[in-house]
């Protein structure tokens, strides 16, 4: 079937068949409409094409995955959009597609603002002049809302947070996503796909309940062709403030995340401990990064985030070499 | 009323007595862990009990309890459950059974899930239990909702909620409370989980995600604490080897925690049958 687009979901009958738009798998399909129109492969969701437009004037974009829930993906993107944007020449924003649990607001410490609308657009919530936050979140009038949507309700939510949203020129795009390899993964990554996604950052926890259901993750990201930039493995170890011992809370009784990495061929980017102070910074909406710079987990924080960079600053300068 | 039974007559759910759900907003809080203690501690009291698991992205009871390698059969009333003990006394269904490879991502959008999860409630052949218990995938979407749809005519006793104590996790859980509200389903209770660690080494208990959030929640929304769980590395350890932690480590933390919330559990379920 060489009309089955490569980022279609599972069993996609092909956009040229009969089938085309008809299909149980079509259906929450964002080209659906399209296919059953029977336009065919050649015309796909005209918003690719203006997400695509739209994403010229942002230098990288990282998504933050990981198949299990709780293991700190928002956690990690709060503070990666912080690690970045302390340099103040760089432009950074964080986009929350977590639509059913959104985290962000809480965490960047802008609970109960609104979002805007300007001329071109959404404006995102700043919490500084180089660091924009879009998220469902800021779109409920009451923290006690739940957003009650099936997928295609969420996929237009998405495609809405990417196309009309005013982000400006952007160094960093960081996009929080929920657990799972569902509606919202197939979505982030079909918008994008015109834009160029410089690549996936997965987050674990190092017991073997959470790491299964990681591998499907890093499956999923060869299935849709979404490079991986490397594993993170959080809450790991955690040493008694008074005795300073260490227990392994969540024991890695198959390896941790150090011996998935090594199995599946994927980069570790490193370690980050338990830290108590980490969920209460989450909690108040500040940067654990700047409360308690000293400390090992902010210093693993730091290490990562510097090989991310280093990472996406590789990706640019291949770019420039092949043009 | 009369429609009801007729209903619950039809379904391979109608010799089932009580249907509880796990349900979270938040993800990683436990709600597997949960479900599969509860599971145990009923079996431990004498119940039949079956786990439904739908969680189709990242199915992990299978693994919780031992049963990763085993498959699901057919019958002339539908699949018949992996029966996890010799004893048969629990039975389980989850998405795990039907891949091929365990490490196979369920690439699937919503109507499919949706499609899977109303066979998983029509086609699996119980047979007689005490309790069915549905684990949940976190949020407030297309899983929830076709679950919650498709079990209303059997009239669940309704649902436990967990969270853990950090007020990022208790924002997602008030967002469920507004799920059961809607959906009108009733709210057994909520459960806080991870709510503090004791180090093994010096006894000094540390609140390593706060504490009290779920217990101040459960008092704003004026629905039933059942209890708090410590972290505890012996149950993480039980659950990564498939092990029963409520017949080896009577003497642990989250042992009274869990077998309190059992209790509660049983006595909401005497009311229903009275």
């Known amino acids: 079937m060489a009309d089955v687009p490569e980022n279609a979901p599972g069993n996609c009958p092909g956009s040229n068949s009969s089938e085309a738009g008809k299909g149980s798998a079509c259906q929450g399909c964002p080209n659906q409409s399209l296919c059953a129109s029977g336009a065919g492969s050649a015309a796909s969701d005209p918003a690719i094409e203006r997400i695509k437009e739209k994403m010229m004037s942002v230098k990288h974009k990282i998504l933050i995955l990981s198949g299990k829930g709780g293991v700190g993906k928002s956690t990690f993107s709060a503070h990666l959009a912080h690690g970045l944007a302390e340099d103040e020449t760089k432009q950074v924003a964080l986009l929350d597609v977590d639509i059913c649990g959104p985290s962000i607001p809480k965490m960047m410490g802008l609970e109960g603002e609104q979002v805007h609308q300007s001329g071109s657009g959404w404006s995102p919530v700043y919490v500084e002049d180089n660091l924009g936050v879009m998220s469902v979140g800021f779109l409920l009038s009451s923290p006690d809302d739940a957003v009650i949507w099936r997928g295609p309700k969420k996929n237009g939510m998405i495609k809405q947070f990417l196309r009309d949203v005013d982000w400006g020129d952007l160094d960093y795009l960081i996009v929080d996503t929920p657990p799972g390899t569902s509606d919202e993964h197939l979505s982030v990554v079909q918008y994008l796909s015109a834009a160029h996604i410089d690549g996936a950052v997965i987050i674990t926890t190092p017991q073997e309940v959470s790491l299964q259901d990681v591998r499907k993750e890093i499956n999923f990201c060869r299935k849709v062709k979404l490079p991986i930039i490397g594993v993170v493995e959080n809450m790991s170890g955690f040493i008694c403030p008074k005795c300073k011992n260490e227990s392994q809370i969540f024991p890695p009784t198959t390896g941790g995340a150090e011996k998935m990495c090594h199995d599946l061929k994927v980069p570790l980017l490193g370690k980050v401990p338990l830290d108590p102070r980490i969920g209460k910074s989450c909690d108040n909406g500040t940067s654990f990064l700047s409360e308690v710079p000293d400390s090992p987990s902010a210093t693993a924080y730091r290490n990562i985030i510097q090989r991310i960079q280093e990472h996406c600053d590789m990706l640019l300068r291949e770019n420039y070499q092949k043009q | ?274």
């Not at chain 2, 949706?114 to 407030?140: C, E, R, S, Y």
């Not at chain 2, 498709?150 to 990022?168: D, K, N």
């Not at chain 2, 209770?189 to 540390?206: A, D, K, R, W």
């Open chain 2, 1 to 274: 009323m009369h429609c009801v039974l007729f209903l619950s007559d039809q379904g391979n759910l109608s010799s089932v007595r009580h249907i509880v759900l796990v349900l979270s907003g938040k993800g990683g809080v436990g709600k597997s862990t949960i479900s599969t203690e509860l599971a145990l501690a009923l079996r431990h009291s004498g119940k039949r009990v079956g786990i439904l698991d739908v969680d189709l992205c990242g199915p992990s009871i299978p693994r919780m309890l031992s049963a990763q390698d085993k498959d699901v059969h057919q019958c002339d009333s539908g699949w018949v459950p992996v029966f996890v003990d010799q004893e048969k006394s629990i039975s389980l269904m989850s998405i795990g059974f039907l891949l091929e490879k365990p490490d196979d991502a369920v690439v699937w959008r919503g109507p499919k899930k949706n499609a899977l999860i109303k066979q998983f409630i029509n086609d699996v052949a119980w047979g007689d239990l005490d309790f069915l218990i549905v684990d949940t995938p976190p949020g407030t979407s297309d899983e929830h909702i076709s679950t919650v749809d498709s079990l209303r005519p059997f009239q669940p006793l309704g649902a436990i909620l967990v969270t853990t104590p950090q007020a990022v996790s208790v924002g997602d859980v008030r967002r469920e409370l507004t799920f059961c509200k809607k959906t009108g389903l009733r709210v057994i209770g909520i459960i806080e989980n991870m709510s503090g660690f004791v180090c093994p080494h010096c006894s000094e208990c540390t609140n390593i995600f706060s504490s009290g959030g779920g217990e101040e929640l459960a008092r704003h929304a004026e629905v039933p604490f059942l209890g708090c769980v410590p972290l505890d590395p012996q149950l993480s350890q039980s659950l990564e080897q498939g092990r029963d932690f409520i017949q080896e480590f009577p003497k642990s933390a989250a042992y009274p925690a869990i077998n309190h919330i059992t209790q509660q559990l049983l006595q909401q379920a005497e009311q229903q049958n009275s």
